[in-house]
């Protein structure tokens, strides 16, 4: 087993009176890609909140790469190298789709307002590199025909598609996808399998929360399920096919295994936005 | 050199050029009088696009951060005999500092604080400049303020102050572009479109929006210690709430976002009430209709409404090839 990346011990949270998540636990092992599912409302976006920083945990410990990470702002967590993407799409609609990525880098590098304004070589060497880089990762997701165009003008799918390669381009130790497919067509669904799948192979560790069981099943080192905020089972995606918790919680009783189990397409009616 | 960049370079060339030219074409001071009032505009609204265009974030108070530029130039070379491009530096650092201290508390919020505040903050200026009257002159404002010397040259006629105020607006021109087409510019324009998304790549949206509020008022600061040291004599009206809605609606009118909206909303609505001066009364309602109709018709304001003419005939010369 390879070493764990991040690790989330007994996390709580709630809003007013709901308990979104209890006591939920599980390590993410370093370049695996690590499945959250559960039916809607079951907690899943809150976690990824949590370990973002979107939100400060009630209660727990987020450590990631050896460090108690509550309640660190999103964008330092982006200087460590964990960022995520989102559940309704956040791309910079305004911006092209080549400077979507380019802010993308913002994490890795650092010239500020006074050099920008000044032009200063530093800041121009540091430009060079960013428009290279975001072009590269651009290449990577099959989107450089459409760098120059404004990113709110592209498709669904494609918009998918930039969100990922503006959190791939810094080369982070861990990205948070939150349903990367929900809404993409069959063919869609199936390229973006294989991207996540080459991001892994590049020693990515992704963690991604997704409805799409059959996508969980092809692309998973691992899964973990939650119900009602609490983790009730975690596994190979063999192992959680088979599992009876996991059975009831889905199907009401029935204990036969169903790979490629579609549960409910419509998104949990969680906030992204803190 | 990108498509961009090149076009931008060509389109201040232009505007340098006919910068160059237009005082041989002036034969009347008071009209160099009014091209040198619109530098000073340019260039504060240049400040103010950078914040409302590029952050998102509205700010009621400019014309303060304009007024303290004035008075503190005024006050330090008239009472104290400062130098007045030392005055300048000074009020531009005070004015900064001021900024800083209305931004942080109200620009970590989440929503249009910055409205509110900056809002009470220019009634406060405007009360104070009025009540010390014994440091500002009150109502009746500050007078014998020293113009400003290059190398013994003093810059206090019309002519002589046009170069300055112009090389200055061009170079606020040059320098908000440059931040614009950079790693700030598009983390400032991401955390326009999505707070949470720009933050989950690093972004510091928090400290970015109070950094470019203060840089759009040193720009406010600037040109107003230029205001001072050309007429010699400031005002409290100069410098009053309503000085502040006409600069962000020059904003609105000339394009947020679009880094030659500065200078189109300001070259447009600085001369109107002098070309409308039949109808001084209703002044107001002249900006107020000329803001709702390019709201309602042309929301990428003038600039905006240019580059759509340009798209329009690059189309049809598309066409027609």
Redesign the interface.
Known sequence: MPETLLSVRDLDMSFGGVQALSQVSFAVPAGRITAVIGPNGAGKTTAINCISGVYRPRGGRVVFNGHTINGQAPHVLARQGLTRTFQNLQVFANLSVLENVMVGLHAVTGRGFVSAMLRLPAQRAEERRIRQQAREALEFLGLQDSASLPAGQLSYGDRKRVELARALVAKPKLVLLDEPVAGLNPAETEDMGQALLAVRQQGVTLVLVEHDMSLVMRVSDQVVVLHFGRKIAQGDPQSIQRHPEVLRTYLGGRDEPIPGLDMDPAPPQEAARA | MNREGRAFWWQLAALAAAVACAPLMVGNPYHLNVLNVMALNVLVVTGLNLLIGFAGNISLGHAAFYGLGAYISGILTSTHGWDPWLAMLAAACVVALVALLIGIPTLRLAGNYLVMATLGFNLIVTILILQLDEFTGGPSGFSGIPPLKIMGHSLASDQDFYWLAWTTALLGLL??R??AD??????L??L???P??????????AAYKV??FV?SAIYASVAGSLYAHYFGIVSPTTFDIFASVELVTMCLVGGM?NLWGGFFGAAFLTPLPLVLHVFEEYKDIFFGGILLLLLIFQPQGLAGLWARVRGARAARAGEGA
Do not use: I, K, W, Y
């Open positions: 320098l908000a440059n931040l950079s790693r700030v510019g598009r983390g324009r991401a326009h479109d999505s949470v998304a720009a933050a989950a790549v690093g972004v510091p949206t950094q470019v840089l976002g």
